[in-house]
């Protein structure tokens, strides 16, 4: 099982940094952007790396990372979420092509650059706990009763009830430093807002078909941030 996995790992990061490259560099106009280079390899090499991990530690979960963003035991209200969370991302970076290359709208110190990297790396580093600690950590909100779906309350998750979504608040923010656009950034807000109802959303499905649930939202009061919400 895990030869396959890992092919269709590979595969699947070939596609994804050309799909990202063509957005990226067609909306900037030119291939002449070094940030947008090192924006897309950093996300190959650690993406290869975590799924190189889990196929070692974990194949079932990669398995399920790697299954399409629209699935049949998937809550139809995440189906439209996830579609429109790829048609919002793909045209975020496309403004960012703009704006950073394109039209030059926006001047972002390099030390800053440096930061989002920095950024985005720990945000992907720190996702490996997510994993470690959450084997049904699935992209799509659903039921894995076939997996034995547990509720899952230690490492990130002793803290936070969405430590994956906490953590990608990082990659949100460190993405349009490193490509140097602070029109991406302005749009950080509303996609926090995005994934805070995701959030609720998923709860409320958990709550309703997940047993235990109920008292460990009782047990962990915070969401992404603790102390903050």
């Known amino acids: 099982m895990t030869q396959p996995l890992i092919r269709k790992l590979l595969f699947q990061v070939v596609i994804w ?27 190959a090499a650690c993406g290869v790396w975590i799924g190189m991990w889990l196929a070692r530690e974990d194949p079932g979960l990669l398995a399920e ?17 996830m579609l429109c969370v790829a048609v919002g991302f793909c045209a975020w970076l496309c403004l960012m092509g703009v704006d950073a290359v394109r039209k030059g709208w926006s001047d972002v110190p390099l030390w800053l650059g440096v930061l989002g990297a920095i950024a985005i790396f720990v945000d992907i580093y720190a996702t ?5 600690a959450n084997r049904f950590a699935a992209p799509v909100v659903k039921i894995q009763s076939e997996r034995g779906h547990r509720v899952s309350d230690s490492g990130p998750y002793a803290y936070v009830r969405h430590p994956m979504y906490g953590f990608a608040l990082l990659f949100l923010v460190g993405t349009p430093l490193m490509l140097g656009s602070w ?18 959303r998923e709860e409320r499905t958990l709550v309703e078909k997940l047993p235990g649930y109920s008292e460990y939202l009782a047990r962990v009061r915070y969401r992404f941030v603790p102390g903050v919400w």
């Open 17 to 43: 940094f050309g799909l990202m490259g063509v957005l990226l560099f067609g909306s900037a106009g030119t291939l002449a952007w070094t940030a947008a280079w090192l924006w897309l390899l950093e996300w």
């Open 65 to 81: 990372r790697l299954a399409p963003i629209a699935q049949r035991e998937q809550q139809p209200w995440d189906r439209v979420f």
């Open 128 to 132: 490996r706990a997510v994993f470690a």
């Open 183 to 200: 029109w991406g950034l302005a749009c950080v807000p509303f996609m926090v807002v995005a994934l805070a109802y995701r959030a609720v």
